[in-house]
Nanobody, 129 residues
Framework: QVHLVESGGGSVQAGGSLRLSCVIEYIATKLCLGWFRQSPGEEREGIVVIGSDDTTAYADSVKGRFTVSHDSTKSIMYLQMNSVKPEDSAMYYC????????????????????????WGQGTQVTVSS
């Protein structure tokens, strides 16, 4: 029901910027969305979520440096990454959930969850010092 494809990853020096894209193909009236990342040997970390009510929430590790946007008309979600650090190096994934038809998912409910139903294949980000 939902297909996601990330792009935009690559290598960047510390302090630089990168913009990730997530193309979303779906058959649903609303979605819960998120960006996650995972480094080798580490657990998957949620870094930003967008509720179906258009609320957003960021992990403390990226707050003030990363910005999410969602162009629903083009079904694209972006992650603008500024002032990147070596510890931002990871595989980055976008993910989606379809909420109950009668309910909205809000960012406060989504933050901390990693059990989204639909995932992209990931795009690698490497930050060099």
């Amino acid at each position: 029901q939902v297909h996601l494809v990330e792009s935009g990853g690559g290598s960047v020096q510390a302090g630089g910027s990168l913009r990730l894209s997530c193309v979303i193909e779906y058959i649903a009236t609303k979605l819960c969305l998120g960006w996650f990342r995972q480094s080798p040997g580490e657990e998957r970390e949620g870094i930003v979520v967008i509720g179906s009510d258009d609320t957003t929430a960021y992990a403390d590790s990226v707050k003030g440096r990363f910005t999410v946007s969602h162009d629903s008309t083009k079904s694209i979600m972006y992650l603008q990454m500024n002032s990147v650090k070596p510890e931002d190096s990871a595989m980055y994934y976008c993910a989606a959930d379809i909420p109950h038809p009668l309910l909205h998912c809000s960012a406060s409910d989504l933050m901390g969850r990693t059990d989204f139903d639909y995932w992209g294949q990931g795009t690698q980000v490497t930050v060099s010092s």
